[in-house]
């Protein structure tokens, strides 16, 4: 059982087990999924700074934080207690490009480390790779007013139109990145 | 256009689960975003250079499994596990969601991470995407700050 839970899961287990999350939040007391609005619990909670945007009781929307919390745990039992022994596959065509682009890690795990390691960690990749892509994904989420479980998954399901732009424009914008920014991007950050 | 994001903050009061429950969904969650790699730059890459089918079978078979339990809650009138009706509140079109949804678009592309998988990075161990999620905080935090002049 072990064994099998160690192999990485294939789409069409992960993504209807993703898919369920939807009614079970629904029916566990009409929780609409969605994970973004943790991080405008999170800024309410801690810094309000008396602006309206902050300014409501987090407090009822607490699960959410419970739910992001769990997700943190189970990044941990899934990486560190089930584990997968094999080096991750990745798409030839991919790890060429990403090669080209001066990537060199693709053996120890989830994450290339010469990007996101802490020994290989310089200002330049940290400013590029966390701090800017954090920013990014912190304000671009809220300004949509939600994320791929937002609007992808819980509102595509809800069959939501401005879901479905939203959508469309995450992609769009992950697409025009991965040609147009990651090469000046990754020779800012000197790799 | 900005009512849906209040409303969202002002639910009415529903009965439901306690907050540990939704922490048990959350870990469930967490284990099936790392065992099917769904957390790895590796395979958000591959999704934006359409090299991989992957991440578009895990969201495409998430939407339909989705979809079908949403009609099916409305088609049977099924209920919460507290009795009351699921109601789930509709989505305003506002700009946001083109500015927004590129400048995210942008930002996944670079962390390899929607903000599901960056607490599910760190918990697997990736603990330097603990500064990416300070700074998606500073990032939700000036929207906050700024939002009033920014077309919605």
């Not at chain 1, 079970?24 to 945007?53: E, M, Q, W, Y």
């Not at chain 1, 607490?62 to 560190?80: T, Y």
């Not at chain 1, 992609?171 to 090469?183: D, E, V």
């Not at chain 2, 529903?14 to 907050?19: C, F, I």
Request: aromatic share 12%.
């Amino acid at each position: 059982m072990i064994q099998f839970l160690s192999q990485p899961w294939p789409w069409y287990v992960a993504g209807p087990l993703i898919g369920l999350t939807v009614p079970t939040l629904l029916l566990l007391g009409n929780k609409a999924f969605g994970i973004s609005s943790s991080l405008r619990h999170i800024c309410a909670a801690c810094v309000p700074a008396n602006l309206d945007f902050f300014r409501y009781d987090w407090r009822k929307e607490s699960w959410n934080l419970w739910f992001v919390g769990g997700i943190a745990v189970g990044g941990f039992i899934g990486n560190q207690l089930l584990t997968n022994p094999a080096v991750l596959t990745i798409a030839p065509a991919t790890q060429i490009a990403l090669q080209q682009l001066g990537v060199h890690d693709f053996s120890s795990g989830l994450l290339p480390l010469d990007l996101f390691g802490w020994a290989d960690m310089t200002v330049g990749k940290a400013l590029i790779f966390l701090v800017l892509g954090g920013f990014l994904v912190g304000f671009g989420t809220r300004y949509a007013g939600g994320c791929t479980s937002g609007h992808a998954i819980m509102g595509l399901s809800n069959l939501q139109w401005p879901s479905l732009i939203a959508t469309l424009c995450f992609m769009a914008g992950g697409f025009a990145m991965t040609y147009l920014g990651l090469p000046l991007l990754m020779r800012l950050a000197g790799l | 256009m900005i009512s849906e994001q209040n409303s969202k903050t002002s639910p009415t009061q529903q009965r439901s689960k306690p907050n540990w429950v939704f922490g048990l969904v959350g870990v469930v969650f967490g284990i099936v975003f790392v065992k099917a790699e769904i957390v790895s730059w590796f395979r958000i890459q591959e999704m934006f250079r359409l090299d991989s089918f992957h991440m578009y079978g895990v969201i495409g078979s998430a939407v339909f499994v989705g979809l079908l339990s949403v009609q099916l809650i409305r088609r049977f009138n099924i209920r919460t596990l507290q009795g009351d009706p699921v109601a789930i509140a509709s989505k305003q079109f506002s700009q946001g969601q083109i500015w927004g949804g590129l400048l995210f678009g942008f930002g996944w592309a670079i962390t390899g991470a929607c903000p599901g998988p960056l607490f599910a990075q760190i918990g697997a161990g990736y603990t330097a995407v603990g500064i990416t999620l300070l700074s998606a905080l500073a990032g939700t935090w000036v929207y906050g700050a700024t939002r009033k002049h920014l077309p919605h």
